[in-house]
């Protein structure tokens, strides 16, 4: 086998940790490989469609050093403001409970919302742009390591070596299976249904997290488009086999469920773009790195959407990982297994508990247990009368 190109570290998998991965280490002007099985321009969806992720501060600082920020194709929307209600099943929202103001804790918002097409527009856009970065989609790719060195042979392609293999190829990563790292499965039996709406009245940069029994229903504000000049996405969590049923609902009996559970705050609304179902479950690798291997993002952590974290995790991720090879100085060798365990002492506490405070929230809020119930509503009750730990939960969502 001709092994004759040498990166610094090979990526596998494209998804918008591994494109923000290869963005930032190549901004250093490392020499990049990345991999994707996909072909990456049919993952712009040319039309609205309704996704979109909720960006923490702290990850908006590696979209900025990746260059990414500047490149999104259309505004982020910021997250001014954040209310916390819950209710019984098909009601809208009980009056207020908790009521988190950015203004509490600074001038900068919570976060943004941004479309997921806009975030691929922008990482499709600076993988071009950026010279030290070879890219190779829709391609697979088998990997060997030892203590030297990783060979990355692409099937019916080239073969070369990088310092280090970067495993973020999602929550199923081939690379973490051969490298036998154990994984460990939280399943939830819930699904999350996705939409986005048009809305009659604004939102003013307001999100709504309505907990029912069956899972959360957020709402979440969104930036204008030509066709719609107030705009919301809808992340709807209940028990799969109802979310089945939802996704599969006519128009007219699907605005209706989402109608009741929003309330009328925002006046009427439409449905706008598709509907899009996901099958929830948590999950943990064992450890985050090996031999010349780190796994990053979804392929070493999966949490349940109810904070939108996941991948402000997968972000953060890269940004520890990125700073921990600066700090290490120019020329440093990125599989080092000093750096790989400092990496891994950063990021593999810090996501389990993240994972934990989500599983918790889960169980917490989807029960219909009176004394649960109860429970709950004081503890709303208590934090909003309590300034500082309240924005002590506000500078953790903020990701600062
Ligand atoms: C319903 C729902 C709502 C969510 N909302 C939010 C939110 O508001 N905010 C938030 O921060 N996160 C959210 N998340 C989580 C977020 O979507 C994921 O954490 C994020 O997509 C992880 O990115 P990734 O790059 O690690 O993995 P992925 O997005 O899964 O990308 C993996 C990439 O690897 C490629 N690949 C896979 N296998 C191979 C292989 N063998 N060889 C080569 N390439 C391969 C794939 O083609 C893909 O491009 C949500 C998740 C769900 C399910």
Redesign the pocket.
Known sequence: MKTATVYDVAI?????????LACALAASGLRIAL????A?PP?EHPDFDG??????NG?KRLLDEAGLWDELPFVPCPILGIRVTDGKPGRPPSPLKLHFDHSAVGNEPFGW?IE?RALRIAINRRLNEIPNITLF?P???SVSRNTDAATVQIINGPAFTAKLVVA????????RAKAGIPVTRIPYHQ??V?CAIAHEKPHHGLALEHFLPGGPFAQ?PMSPIPEHKNLS?I?F?DKAAIAARLHELQPERFHYEIARRLGSQLGKIEIVGKR?T???SAMYAARYTDMRLAL?????H??H?IA????????RDVLAFTDLLKAAGPGADPGEPALLARYQAARRPANMAMLAATDTLDRLFSTNNPAIRLARDLGLAAVERMPRLKARFMRVAMGS
């Open positions: 596998i998998g494209a998804g918008p940790v591994g494109g923000a991999v994707d099985k996909a990456l993952m996704r979109a992720y909720a960006i923490a990850s919302i997921a989609a391609a697979e790719a973020a190829d999602g929550r199923n990563s081939q690379v699904s999350a996705l979440l996405a992340v969590t899009w996901y099958p929830l990053m993002g979804d392929a070493a999966g949490v959407p939108g974290q996941g991948l402000n995790l997968g972000l």
